[in-house]
């Protein structure tokens, strides 16, 4: 059971160090996640690498590095993205344990849905990005290999910027997901309601081509990947919202009917004459 709010009033000071307190946690989570991400790095690496691999030719993929320090510093970037990851749990529990004791039971139910449907939006994006886009857009930018007036083109990817299009890829499209999240949130605090986005779909579609321009590499085949889903995910929320608002419209008026029959009970409003 979810519990009311909590009516106790802590100085400002004691709200301070708790979150002091947890904050530290989320730190110290982040370094032991690092920690053990550091030192299966190169095999976190090589699970990246996968889209890359599949895209080349068997026995014909490369990945090379330019600076004598740039294959550490991938590996500790590597070690932190999936560290980040791994300890966003804990990271997202201390932050609600924090957040949590000043909301109402209503608001705690209202906001936990969004809360656990975060994670899954985000692991479908990435997901999408890992299996299905950067494979297909890897083997398009390795389309161009060949000869070229006399000279022959071949792909040398670095791994420092290799590893950088795949977390663009991957943060892009696991944020992109989160739309869904944004909109029900704006929706439930009343800020949107589901007639305005359907009056201001075309701006939407404007906005949704435009973040799929920016998020994703300059081709037209990564960002229609990304461009697509995100208008299915915002048709679906203005269907979910479109259900959530008959709910709502259907409790408020089961409770004002309550509140009458209750009033007529006490006495407080005269019954009607036939």
């Not at 930018?141 to 083109?153: S, V």
């Amino acid at each position: 059971m979810i519990g009311d709010i909590d009516e106790t009033q802590a100085p400002l000071l004691d709200h301070l160090l708790e979150l002091r307190t947890r904050l530290l946690r989320c730190v110290y989570a982040l370094l032991a996640a690092f920690a053990v991400c550091f030192y299966f790095a190169d095999d976190i690496f090589t699970i990246l690498a996968q889209p890359l691999v599949h895209a080349f030719p068997p026995g014909q993929g490369k990945l090379i590095y330019t600076k004598l320090y740039e294959a550490f510093f991938v590996e500790l970037k590597v070690s932190m993205f999936a560290a980040f990851f791994i300890s966003f749990p804990v990271i997202a529990n201390q932050l609600w344990a924090f957040v949590a004791p000043g909301l109402y039971a209503k608001e705690k139910r209202a906001f936990l849905p969004f809360l656990l449907a975060t994670p899954i939006l985000f692991t479908a994006g990435a997901s999408l990005a890992y299996f299905i886009v950067m494979p297909t857009a890897f083997r398009w930018f390795l389309g161009f290999e060949g000869d070229k007036g006399g000279l022959q083109l071949e792909a040398l990817p670095g791994t420092g910027d290799y590893l950088s299009l795949v977390m663009q890829f991957i943060l892009a499209f696991g944020i992109s997901f989160l739309l869904p999240v944004l909109l029900m949130l704006l929706n439930r605090a009343g800020i949107v309601s589901r007639a305005q986005l359907v009056t201001a779909r075309r701006y939407v579609v404007v906005g949704i081509f435009a973040v799929a321009t920016v998020a994703t590499p300059p081709d037209v085949v990564s960002q229609l990947m990304l461009a697509i889903p995100l208008l299915l995910l915002f048709e679906g929320t203005l269907i979910l919202m479109r259900f959530t608002e008959k709910a709502d419209a259907r409790r408020k008026a089961a409770e004002e009917a309550a509140e009458a029959q209750a009033a007529l009970a006490a006495g407080e409003v005269p019954p009607l004459l036939p």
